[in-house]
């Protein structure tokens, strides 16, 4: 079965080919990043404009990569929540007229859940080894969500962050450092060849399962004060091992907090494996602390697959549409949609 897959919820307009929920026929991403640089972070009208621009050549696009023409595909899915409303309803109408022009079923699907899904694309299948019931943390620019999956489609909201999600606090921190947008990556390079001397705070919230990263953002803005970094100063030149140094503790503040806490959900539920999925999770110290640490098997999606796509929409449909899941013509998008 031949899935196409749509998603609009943020800055990527994003099309993907996936046969039987696993194996990637095509995978295109039509990026926004260099429109939304100049603001510092993504502005939702700019979004949904060039949404408007890109979907129907992404389409085009992933359908030639696959080889495939419509009367291959089986069915359409969509992102139709959470995200941006105006970008989301780019996604959503044109899936619907798609499906309805070439007699399709239309599925909706819960981008958060398509980030689980993630896992089941390209490589070990997670219903094979290690089984449920499953861990997942969702970690992307708009969620920190640790979620128990009893089954397929089986979910449970066990903690979430009561602030600024993690990959917000990964774009805060890199514009206070005057590094660019979005700010995971950034980060990410800038703390290569640290020596790790600048430590960080982290918020436990003992007994709960919540993540906070408020206060690790004004701590670093603070630091970065005292310093003489923020705000910077055009006169002076950049402290590039300043700059080393501050990322990395930041970095490993973040990745710490997230693996202690992961483990200890995954060995509260007595859970078989624990699955990564967003953005943050195509972080490298994340994967590596959390993979060293875990006693259980750790299933990560391979970095470009962490990042939003169309394919995690199509790999999650395609379990959908065995348990006869198909969305009607009315369905909405739902920016604030939750998993569990
Ligand atoms: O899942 P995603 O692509 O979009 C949302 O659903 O939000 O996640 C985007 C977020 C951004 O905040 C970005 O800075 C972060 O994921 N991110 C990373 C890395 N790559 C992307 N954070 C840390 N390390 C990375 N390598
Ligand atoms: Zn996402």
């Not at 105006?86 to 980030?115: C, M, Q, R, W, Y």
Request: negative net charge.
């Amino acid at each position: 079965m031949k899935i196409l897959g749509i998603e609009t919820s943020c800055d990527d307009t994003a099309a993907s080919v996936v046969e039987d929920g696993r194996l990637l026929l095509s995978n295109v991403i039509a990026s926004q990043v260099e429109l939304h640089n100049r603001y510092g972070g993504v502005v939702p009208e700019v979004a949904s404009r060039q949404h408007v621009l890109e979907i129907i050549p992404t389409i085009q696009e992933s359908l030639a990569q696959s080889g495939c023409s419509f009367n291959d595909i089986d069915a359409i899915a969509v992102t139709n929540g959470p995200g941006l409303a105006g970008s989301l309803i780019v996604g959503l109408n044109t899936a619907k007229a798609l499906a309805f022009g070439n007699d399709l079923p239309l599925i909706g699907i819960n981008h958060l859940e398509g980030h689980v899904y993630a896992n089941w694309l390209d490589g070990d299948a997670p219903d094979e080894s290690p089984g449920f019931p499953l861990l997942c943390l969702i970690a992307s620019g708009g969620h920190t969500d640790l979620i128990l999956m009893s089954n397929h489609g089986e979910y449970e909201l066990l903690g979430r962050t009561r602030d600024d999600a993690a990959g917000e606090a990964f774009d805060k921190a890199a514009r206070v450092l005057g590094l660019g947008f979005p700010g995971g990556p950034e980060i990410q390079k800038a703390s290569q060849n640290a020596l790790g001397n600048i430590d960080m705070p982290r918020a436990w919230l003992r007994g709960s399962l919540d993540f906070s990263f408020s206060g690790l953002k004004t701590a670093f803005l603070n630091k970065a004060k005292d310093l003489g970094m923020y705000p910077p100063d055009p006169s002076k030149n950049v402290d590039e091992e300043q700059i080393r140094e501050m990322a990395a503790g930041f970095q490993m503040s973040v990745a710490d907090v997230i693996a202690v806490k992961t483990i200890q959900a995954a060995t509260q539920y007595e859970v078989k494996g624990i699955l990564l999925g967003g953005g943050v999770a195509a972080n490298a110290k994340l994967r590596s602390v959390l993979t060293e640490r875990s006693d259980i098997p750790v299933i990560i999606p391979a970095p470009r697959l962490c990042t939003d796509n169309g394919a995690m929409i199509a790999a999650c449909a395609y379990f959908k549409l065995n348990k006869q899941h198909e969305s009607q013509w009315d369905l909405d998008v739902y920016p604030n949609l939750h998993l569990g």
